[in-house]
């Protein structure tokens, strides 16, 4: 009889009967032992997961930060650092293009002096080569902007130029810069699965839903969670307003991104949300970023449906006067990106100061504030199974039942190793599903058109977005932006030239200037 032991090796032996009953007992045990032992397949993976984990503590996490250049990277760096004991990181690479080397080389040397002052040997590494950054990570963050700030001014620009709102995640410089993102978020994707396949993908790049949803349905890269910052900052300031400890309060969000809804309540369960609602209309400040004009709510329709709206929400409910807002600001100071770009060029001069060792309070300036943080807190709780409620775009799963399971929401959820569990929501009103249901219609329009460069799709995201009037205007203002976005957009490269054969003209000049000076 022919026996195979241990590592394949075989051998002949002469044996009883009861022997040998008793050997395929043994193979059955070494070929079965480890199903046995791990009798369902979460099992299987936490005992992956905490071999992994453990090497990790002996040698040190590996984060990849894509947008390394980012003027928010102080800003990830101090959350880190503030999270040593928690997160053993042992290097951090910082990736850009080629075009952002300056920047990112300026925030690398800052990092450095930030980690150094914090007594933590950590290093800080810069590449150009994105593939060759991401092995072996453990954490890959992603905080990049294609086309830089001046896309953002196109994106602003050429809708306003049409006396349509133009903002940088809503209407249709929202829907433009996922058509410039999720390209190349599909593609880092790519090179995660073949160098990094155990990675988790931490998503602030915006617009935050719409990216972390075709990371999901079309990367098919589960290991994903998007963030944002507009919830971290309403649960640091509401509480201040209304006079509480923020470890009394519980907060149940629900929505997409820059579109949700929340609900606050006490350490005895009873709910304060009215309270925050008094506290706005009394002109406390319970959270706005700061690149968001504060027109004010319908007191009455805010108190009819007893939840907060997130404050992007004033594009949509207060539409008239955000529009006159930003036309002013376009005729005059320039566009919230214009502006921005002024701030970032300020604190990339502060970045410099070889005697800078923390993030310097001028960041707070930018709109963005405490996306790197949470970010950071994300990780944390992943790493360290913690278990903690956070705000993140996952997959629904049935927590907004009026939307389907698998579409990527806004919600509270719980983070650990696991990453993201949402948590139920239940039924919204008529007027809040209706919202949702056009919008999440409009995203996944948007990131269809996005992925295929399917023209016609492209429209029909810009019909659905209450953002932008149908008709005409809208034609020409999609037409524009594929036009002053062509480096960006290789997917709609037969629609761009059959727009240039059509003699279709950027009627914003300052936007033709951009274009001509290739930027």
Same mark, same amino acid.
């Given at each position: 009889?022919?026996?195979?032991?241990?590592?394949?090796? @075989?051998?002949?032996?002469?044996?009883?009967?009861?022997?040998?009953?008793?050997?395929?007992?043994?193979?059955?045990?070494?070929?079965?032992?480890?199903?046995?032992?791990?009798?369902?397949?979460?099992?299987?993976?936490?005992?992956?997961?905490? =071999?992994?984990?453990?090497?990790?503590?002996?040698?040190?996490? %590996?984060?990849?930060?894509?947008?390394?250049?980012?003027?928010?990277?102080?800003?990830?760096?101090?959350?880190?650092?503030?999270?040593?004991?928690?997160?053993?990181?042992?290097?951090?690479?910082?990736? $850009?293009?080629?075009?952002?080397?300056?920047?990112?080389?300026?925030?690398?040397?800052?990092?450095?002096?930030?980690?150094?002052?914090?007594?933590?040997?950590?290093? +800080?590494?810069? @590449?150009?080569?994105?593939?060759?950054?991401?092995?072996?990570?453990?954490?890959?963050?992603?905080?990049?902007?294609?086309?830089?700030?001046?896309?953002?001014?196109?994106?602003?620009?050429?809708?306003?130029?049409?006396?349509?709102?133009?903002?940088?995640?809503?209407?249709?410089?929202?829907?433009?810069? !996922?058509?410039?993102? +999720?390209?190349?978020?599909?593609? +880092?994707? /790519? $090179?995660? /699965?073949?160098? =990094?396949?155990?990675?988790?993908?931490?998503?602030?790049?915006?617009?935050?839903?719409?990216?972390?949803?075709?990371?999901?349905?079309?990367?098919?890269?589960?290991? =994903?969670?998007?963030?944002?910052?507009?919830?971290?900052?309403?649960?640091?300031?509401?509480?201040?307003?209304?006079?509480?400890?923020? %470890?009394?309060?519980?907060?149940?969000?629900?929505?997409?991104?820059? *579109?949700?809804?929340?609900?606050?309540?006490?350490?005895?369960?009873?709910?304060?949300?009215?309270?925050?609602?008094?506290?706005?209309?009394?002109?406390?400040?319970?959270?706005?970023?700061?690149?968001?004009?504060?027109?004010?709510?319908?007191?009455?329709?805010?108190?009819?449906? &007893?939840?907060?709206?997130?404050?992007?929400?004033?594009?949509?409910?207060?539409?008239?006067?955000?529009?006159?807002?930003?036309?002013?600001?376009?005729?005059?100071?320039?566009?919230?990106?214009?502006?921005?770009?002024?701030?970032?060029?300020?604190?990339?001069?502060?970045? %410099?100061?070889?005697?800078?060792?923390?993030?310097?309070?001028?960041? @707070?300036?930018?709109?963005?504030?405490?996306?790197?943080?949470?970010?950071?807190?994300?990780?944390?709780?992943?790493?360290?199974?913690?278990?903690?409620?956070?705000?993140?775009?996952?997959?629904?799963?049935?927590?907004?039942?009026?939307?389907?399971?698998?579409?990527?929401?806004?919600?509270? @959820?719980?983070?650990?190793? /696991?990453?993201?569990?949402?948590?139920?929501?239940?039924? *919204?009103?008529?007027?809040?599903?209706?919202?949702?249901?056009?919008?999440?219609?409009?995203?996944?329009?948007?990131?269809?058109?996005?992925?295929?460069?399917?023209?016609?799709? !492209?429209?029909?995201?810009?019909?659905?977005?209450?953002?932008?009037?149908?008709?005409?205007?809208?034609? &020409?203002?999609?037409?524009?932006?594929?036009?002053?976005?062509?480096?960006?957009?290789?997917?709609? !490269?037969?629609?761009?030239?059959?727009?240039?054969?059509?003699?279709?003209? +950027?009627?914003?000049?300052?936007?033709?200037?951009?274009?001509?000076?290739?930027?």
């Amino acid at each position: 009889m022919e026996i195979y032991g241990f590592y394949g090796r @075989s051998f002949r032996l002469k044996v009883s009967e009861s022997f040998k009953i008793f050997w395929n007992f043994l193979l059955f045990l070494e070929k079965n032992l480890y199903n046995t032992l791990c009798y369902c397949t979460d099992l299987k993976t936490d005992i992956h997961s905490s =071999c992994k984990e453990e090497r990790n503590m002996k040698q040190g996490l %590996k984060i990849v930060t894509i947008g390394g250049g980012s003027s928010y990277t102080p800003e990830l760096m101090e959350g880190f650092i503030r999270r040593y004991e928690e997160l053993p990181i042992r290097e951090i690479w910082l990736v $850009d293009v080629e075009n952002g080397q300056e920047k990112v080389n300026i925030d690398a040397q800052m990092a450095q002096r930030m980690w150094k002052a914090a007594g933590h040997d950590v290093k +800080i590494y810069v @590449s150009l080569n994105r593939k060759e950054a991401l092995k072996d990570a453990d954490f890959v963050t992603t905080q990049f902007r294609v086309g830089f700030l001046e896309a953002r001014i196109k994106d602003e620009r050429i809708p306003l130029s049409y006396g349509m709102l133009g903002q940088e995640t809503n209407g249709a410089g929202g829907i433009f810069k !996922a058509f410039r993102t +999720i390209p190349v978020i599909l593609d +880092i994707v /790519k $090179d995660m /699965k073949e160098v =990094c396949p155990d990675a988790w993908l931490i998503n602030f790049t915006n617009p935050s839903g719409m990216v972390t949803e075709a990371v999901i349905q079309y990367g098919n890269w589960n290991k =994903c969670i998007g963030l944002c910052n507009v919830p971290v900052i309403a649960m640091m300031k509401e509480p201040i307003a209304i006079g509480y400890d923020p %470890k009394d309060l519980t907060y149940q969000f629900a929505g997409i991104n820059h *579109f949700h809804w929340h609900k606050v309540y006490d350490k005895h369960g009873n709910n304060v949300t009215q309270k925050v609602i008094d506290a706005l209309f009394e002109g406390k400040d319970i959270g706005l970023p700061a690149n968001i004009n504060n027109v004010p709510f319908f007191k009455e329709q805010i108190e009819q449906m &007893q939840m907060i709206p997130c404050g992007y929400h004033r594009y949509y409910y207060r539409q008239e006067e955000m529009l006159k807002h930003s036309l002013e600001e376009y005729h005059t100071i320039g566009t919230r990106g214009q502006q921005v770009k002024q701030t970032e060029e300020k604190l990339f001069e502060l970045y %410099k100061n070889k005697e800078l060792d923390h993030k310097p309070e001028e960041l @707070s300036m930018r709109g963005g504030a405490y996306y790197s943080d949470a970010a950071c807190e994300c990780i944390n709780a992943i790493y360290n199974n913690k278990k903690i409620h956070m705000v993140v775009s996952t997959q629904n799963k049935g927590s907004i039942p009026e939307l389907p399971t698998d579409s990527i929401v806004e919600v509270s @959820s719980i983070i650990d190793a /696991k990453g993201a569990t949402p948590m139920a929501w239940g039924k *919204f009103p008529s007027a809040q599903r209706g919202w949702l249901q056009c919008m999440k219609a409009m995203e996944e329009c948007t990131i269809n058109a996005a992925v295929t460069g399917n023209y016609g799709m !492209a429209m029909e995201a810009f019909a659905l977005n209450p953002l932008i009037p149908s008709g005409e205007s809208a034609k &020409q203002v999609l037409d524009q932006l594929l036009l002053a976005h062509e480096a960006y957009l290789p997917q709609f !490269a037969s629609t761009i030239q059959r727009l240039k054969q059509e003699h279709v003209q +950027i009627k914003d000049p300052v936007v033709q200037q951009l274009v001509k000076e290739g930027k």
